[in-house]
């Protein structure tokens, strides 16, 4: 099905993408299995990116296409609004269970964009709810990645996701960035340098008053703009001037969530636990879309203390999307099954060597990794931000590497079901890649 070239390439607007330079020169894929894809030329790539950070228990896994087929027999679709089905319910308990209880309701989503907005309206409405109406204003983070909704793009912190789209949500604030070559460079997991940088957050309490603060987002660790790990004692910080002041913390977990970091979530290997967590991608191993925001009980628990009648005035067509169930349901079956995060945590240590025996290669300045998620960071060539960058991730394809780049950064987070000869082959290949380049 769909395994040769298209008839046309003319009409799809591709995402993310240099469509004029794409449509010459096409980067085609057709079926995918484990931890390989295979293009449209019938030549294997391994996937060191995990699609788009959202396999993690590889590709094809028969349980989840099976549970997906069967639901669309089944169930093709049904609302959410003011009615449900079974599957809905049972992947909710079953989600609660995998984050070890510590949240206590999940609200269903289409996306991680839409999981980011919901959590950011959640926080305002939960404080309108509970008469603290005032606190309207949301904090994000320079380099934070939050998805595409207009509240994900204010709250995000780059600069070409946010500047062609006019004035954006007012009353946002932005923490600065911790990524420090300077200090921190090559370091292993946390960088020791930057705790520092969470007091942004009191000095903006201090700025703006804390009855006017709902919430602060961040991703535990920055996945799109280049894997940006925080420093240690970082989150835990964070936490504390948010308790302090009645602010509610948000972690967005699109691409941490689901055993990226060798842990169910990424707020159990810091030991911080946020109010509302969002997920996505790996939720149902990437084969159905689907977010889900984690909420603490007692966020919920606000709601159901009003006035009855609708609780929350959100919600999408896609809520719990019967087929999205199916997989999600399936994809925790295979976690559990197949030991997925028992896997990332036993190659951890291996997949850290073999990243930082790039050190030394043409243009790399900086390689960094925590979980099975590291990055390559590579020197720009002067005036051209992102050439080479982009030059790498051309290379790797046609040497059969699939790996994600954000401007001269290469990020790596291949399926979680890795083996020592896949970390081989893509540290190998990624090193010759290195060395054409030069
Ligand atoms: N938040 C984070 C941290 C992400 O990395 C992403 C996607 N890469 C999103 C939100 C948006 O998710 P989606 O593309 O599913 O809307």
Redesign the pocket.
């Known amino acids: 099905m769909y395994e040769s070239r298209p008839s046309a390439m003319s009409s799809f607007w591709m995402p993310f993408t240099n469509n004029r330079d794409f449509k010459r020169d096409p980067r085609l894929l057709v079926s995918a299995k484990g931890m390989y894809y295979r293009d449209v030329d019938g030549r294997e790539l391994l996937d060191g990116a995990a699609g788009?950070?959202?396999v993690p228990c590889g590709h094809g896994q028969p349980k989840i296409a099976e549970a997906i087929a069967a639901m669309a027999g089944q169930l093709d679709y049904a609302p959410t609004f003011q009615m449900g089905h079974p599957a809905a319910f049972e992947l909710a308990e079953r989600l609660m269970a995998f984050s070890g209880h510590r949240f206590g309701h999940v609200f269903y989503t289409g996306?991680?964009?839409?999981?980011?907005d919901t959590a950011l309206k959640m926080a305002l409405a939960y404080h309108r709810a509970r008469g603290e109406g005032g606190r309207t204003r949301l904090i994000g983070r320079e380099r934070?990645?939050?998805?595409?909704?207009f509240g994900?793009i204010s709250v995000g912190g780059i600069g070409a996701n946010r500047k062609h789209f006019g004035p954006l949500l007012p009353g946002v604030d932005h923490l600065r960035h911790t990524h420090d070559l300077e200090r921190n460079a090559y370091a292993r997991g946390e960088p020791e340098h930057g705790v520092e940088l969470a007091d942004d957050l009191e000095r903006m309490v201090a700025l703006h008053d804390p009855s006017t603060i709902a919430a602060v987002i961040v991703?535990p660790v920055?996945?799109?703009t280049g894997v940006l790990i925080p420093p240690k004692g970082y989150l835990k910080r964070l936490r504390e001037i948010c308790d302090r002041h009645g602010i509610l913390l948000i972690f967005?977990?699109?691409?941490?969530g689901f055993g990226r970091l060798t842990t169910p979530f990424a707020g159990d290997w810091f030991g911080v636990e946020p109010d509302l967590m969002?997920t996505?991608?790996g939720i149902t191993n990437g084969a159905v879309?689907m977010?889900a925001v984690f909420s603490k009980a007692f966020i919920h628990d606000a709601f159901m203390e009003g006035p009855a009648g609708i609780e929350l005035f959100h919600g999408y067509t896609y809520s719990g999307h019967p087929l999205a169930c199916a997989a999600a349901l399936a994809t925790l079956d295979v976690f559990r099954e197949q030991g997925v995060i028992e896997n990332a945590a036993r190659m951890q240590p291996y997949f850290e060597e073999a990243l930082q025996s790039l050190r030394g290669l043409p243009h790399v300045i900086d390689l960094r990794s925590i979980g099975i998620i590291a990055a390559v960071e590579l020197a720009p060539i002067a005036g051209q931000p992102g050439a080479r960058g982009y030059a790498a991730l051309k290379q790797a394809f046609a040497d059969g590497l699939l790996i994600r780049i954000t401007g001269d950064i290469i990020a790596l987070s291949p399926p979680l079901v890795l083996e020592k000869k896949h970390v081989d082959e893509l540290f190998g290949k990624l090193a010759r890649v290195l060395t054409q380049l030069a």
């Not at 967005?252 to 941490?256: A, H, L, W």
């Open positions: 788009l950070w959202c996306s991680g964009s839409e999981a980011v934070g990645y939050h998805g595409v909704g994900g991703e920055s996945g799109s967005d977990e699109v691409i941490t969002a996505a991608k879309p977010g």
